[in-house]
């Protein structure tokens, strides 16, 4: 080995962000405002406040600034597990006889497990400095919750989730780790809130959806005094916080002048290729520099790559703002049989733009062929990696080898977004063999999609 690049490159704490990317204030074509659900006009600052905290509604909104101050105690925080390496995937080029140089930003480095604590924290801080008595939230695979419950012990603020029934039954422990860190965990559909009592009653014996759990947890938050919702993707402000990835990547990268020819990073409802992509789409737009950017999907959940660009709802319950999206429809809920998280049917829609704009590639991924990835890249770099993270791996692992093929000596820096050991089930069934791919047929994709709203728009 060659190993004049070090394993894993770190950042002094000098070199560490000290500000976050707004990657719409240098986009040409912004993308479209989000809507107010009931006058289906874009929603103003004052309205979103009313569902987010002030400061993050305003973030929320702002497609001009380019750079956002990152408050000293959010830095403080950050600093007890960022900056998060930038590992030269030496044994993996090794065991693939790549000529390919691979790097991951690896963001499995804290309890919760993922990148998702990036904003976690910042939206924490901002709830607490505007005073409020805690936050509402959803969680599917419960990564985001976990993150959340972390951030809200810190900042001594109450935290309820709802977490989609079926990982609350079959993720015991992820469950556990919230309540440990002192958040309730609500299962969802539960009958705490109207739109779950009316979820329950259409739907008996539903195990629930993230975009149902969403709807709980606005009512909760609206229907209590000093609470307010937060969310862990798809929003700007949530990619505007991710941005950290990136821009912590960028310095890492320079520091040993190395310029990457392509950066992927998992899709789920973008908010982790979003924030790992901004400051290199940043410089694409200002026609500094050339990279390919890909995204990647689960094929049972193909948003971008099958889905169309419209506005739609973000929550089952249709009390969240509309925003225009790549997007399944609503009411699209990927195969029970499907493991590999980024279940949500919606994406960012900055991420949205982007790959509209042809920025961004998109691919996707069936389950085995991700596991089959998973494990290739745990036995040569140890990191038993999350499967939604396990996309990016997959197509990295892709281009290497074509470049094995080709003789090219391409830069590939993916993003490992988290740690699998809360997935040990899913890592089971593919270890036992019980592992099936699927992929919504044409006609299930129309169905999901007949439910759209008409804005006119
Ligand atoms: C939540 C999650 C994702 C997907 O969410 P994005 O908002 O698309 O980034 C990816 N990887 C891990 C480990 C996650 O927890």
Known sequence: MNQSIPYKIYLEEHEMPRQWYNVRADMTKKPAPILNPQTLQPITEEELSGIFCRELARQELDDHTAYFDIPQEILDFYRMYRPSPLVRAYCLEERLK???????????????????????????YYAKKQGLKGVTTETGAGQWGTALSMACAYFELDCQVYMVK?????????????????????????????????INEEFPGTTGSLGCAISEAVEAAMSQDGYRYVLGSVLSQVLLHQSIIGLETKTALEKYSIVPDMIIGCAGGGSNVGGLISPFAGEILKGQANYQLIAVEPSSCPTL?????????????????????????????????????????????????????????????????????????????????????????KVAIDEALKCKETGEKKTIVFGLTGT??????????????LMEDFAPSQEELEKARANMPQTGK
């Open 98 to 124: 790549t000529p390919a140089h691979i790097y991951y930003k690896f963001e499995g480095n804290n309890t919760s497990g993922s990148h998702k604590l990036n904003s976690a924290i910042a939206q924490a």
């Open 420 to 433: 699998g050991y809360f997935d040990m089930y899913a890592y089971q069934k593919y270890n036992d063999g």
């Open 305 to 393: 790559t099958r889905g169309i660009y419209a506005y739609d709802y973000c929550d089952t319950g249709k009390v969240c703002p509309l925003a225009k999206m790549y997007t399944l429809g609503s009411g699209f809920i990927p195969s029970a049989s499907h493991a590999g998280g980024l279940r949500y049917h919606g994406m960012s829609s900055v991420v949205s733009e982007l790959y509209d704009q042809g920025l961004l590639e998109a691919r996707s991924a069936s389950q085995r062929e991700i596991f089959q990835a998973a494990q290739t890249f745990a036995r040569v770099e140890g990191i038993l990696p999350a499967p939604e993270s396990s996309h990016a791996i």
């Open 166 to 198: 079926c990982s609350y039954e079959q993720k015991p422990f992820r469950r556990e780790v919230m309540r440990t860190y002192g958040a309730a965990v609500t299962p969802s559909p539960s009958m705490n809130t109207a739109v779950g009592r009316k």
